[in-house]
């Protein structure tokens, strides 16, 4: 199974603060994805990535940054938390090159609480 | 509007009995996935269908994309099968996955 790691696991941050949710993937995989899980709204995209240098706006991008400086890392930055903010946060990486190349691999989760 | 729709919201499953959970789609798809989202909150691959059915264990998925559906077949359930069951779609030419609501699965003795 393809790897991917999320720093931190658990994050406490103060509004206004600005937090960095950082992403790694070895698999090579051209693809990353980061999603916010909320009761009731199961797992929505924030932005996404087709390599390194790309950024693309996801579905609810509104007060959320991304950066893709290499193919591994992958990084959600908050730059004035707020506490609508609070949930958990999963990154993803897969191929992008079709087929079942394009499976989703998904880290364990942030748990984001903006106080 | 919501592109997945998915059923049923909560399951309760006695062990050694199965079900089925469904996904719609309110447009054309050209992939479907399905996770199953642990106590611990990992999202575990079940399984990937660009079409046709799958078979893993005691679980089986079906993917029409001319009808836009896919289902999840779980038959004799067991304790670990507890959890949340997310089905996730992408529609054609993008990468993006569009996921269910989840339904959660709680298997009892």
């Known amino acids: 199974e393809a790897a991917v790691t999320q720093s931190p696991r658990n994050k406490v941050a103060v509004t206004g603060g600005k937090v960095t949710l950082s992403c790694n993937q070895t698999?090579?995989?051209?693809?990353m994805y980061w999603y916010r899980q909320d009761t009731g709204h199961g797992l929505r995209l924030i932005h996404y990535?087709?390599?390194?240098?790309?950024?693309e706006k996801g579905d609810i991008p509104d007060g959320y940054k991304a950066s893709r400086p290499s193919q591994e890392n992958f990084s959600l930055i908050l730059e004035l938390a707020t506490p609508s903010q609070t949930s958990v946060y999963f990154c993803?990486?897969?191929?992008?090159?079709?087929?079942?190349?394009?499976?989703?691999?998904f880290g364990h989760g942030t748990k984001l609480s903006v106080l | 509007g919501d592109q997945v729709e998915q059923s049923p919201s909560a399951l309760s499953l006695h062990e050694g009995t199965g079900s089925a959970l469904r996904c719609n789609f309110t447009?054309?798809?050209?992939?479907v996935q399905w996770f199953q989202q642990n106590s611990r909150g990992s999202l575990i691959n079940l399984f990937y269908?660009?079409?046709g059915t799958k078979e893993n264990g005691r679980l089986k998925s079906t993917f029409n994309s001319k009808e836009s559906y896919s289902t999840l077949h779980i038959r004799d359930a067991q304790l670990e099968d507890s959890g949340t069951y997310f089905c996730?779609?992408?529609?054609?030419?993008?990468?993006?996955?569009?996921f269910g609501q989840g339904t959660v699965l709680s298997v009892i003795p």
């Open positions: 269908l660009a079409s």
């Open positions: 990535s087709y390599g390194a240098g790309s950024t």
């Open positions: 996730a779609a992408r529609t054609g030419g993008n990468n993006k996955l569009t």
């Open positions: 993803a990486s897969g191929g992008g090159t079709g087929g079942s190349n394009e499976r989703l691999f």
């Open positions: 698999n090579n995989h051209n693809n």
């Open positions: 447009t054309t798809m050209r992939a």
